[in-house]
């Protein structure tokens, strides 16, 4: 992520390396995508954290619908964020 | 009273704490990056360039390079004070943990000055 940063900031040339490394390369696509699924994931359920230390959802089943609720959205949003990258 | 050493802030209140603000400006950032660039699809070279040009973009990534930092070695510390029991292994990862983390630091401020 950081080398890509580097590279698209550095000169015209090395954004364009860039940009053509994600839309020509599956490779590249594949662990952009790993990367943002982690990233999306990790997101969501901080999110769902965040709304159980003000208190929410802390009882069994509000807590298994909240859990539920974050595994969906993360996967909904990681399937959305594949289609964009391809 | 022996106190830990090796936490973010000597604290736990203070690591909890830590967590959360630095977990909003992620948020911020994350949101703010996606935003961007689903509303920019023909980014080009020159807006791309202006957008980290700013001083105030500066700031703020080099915010969110800092709490990414401090968020990742708060959640390393935590993962592996309860998973790595020898002390030794503990030691080379946390402190591989430290070093990765010192070096995102580095780089980050070089990319962002040196544009």
Known sequence: MMCVLSLSL??????????EMLQESFLAKLIAWGLVSALLYHF???????IMDMGHC???????LAAKATLIVAGVSILLAGVWIW | ??????????????????????????????VFMIGY??????LD??????LF????????????????????????????TDYIKQAGARFVFQSA????????????VQILWGI
């Open chain 1, 10 to 19: 550095e000169s015209q040339a090395g954004f364009n390396e860039a940009a």
């Open chain 1, 44 to 50: 969501f359920a901080g999110i769902k954290h965040l």
């Open chain 1, 58 to 64: 802390e009882e069994l089943e509000s807590g298994q």
């Open chain 2, 1 to 30: 009273m022996v106190t830990s050493i090796t936490s973010f802030g000597r604290s736990g209140l203070y690591d909890w704490m830590m967590q959360r603000v630095t977990a909003l400006v992620l948020l911020t950032y994350t």
């Open chain 2, 37 to 42: 660039l689903l509303f920019n699809p023909g």
């Open chain 2, 45 to 50: 070279y020159e807006q791309w360039k202006d």
């Open chain 2, 53 to 80: 040009s700013g001083t105030g973009m500066r700031i703020y990534t080099l915010l969110a390079i800092l709490s990414m930092v401090a968020h990742a070695w708060i959640g390393m510390w935590s993962v592996s």
């Open chain 2, 97 to 108: 943990c430290g070093l990765l983390a010192f070096i995102y630091v580095v780089w980050g």
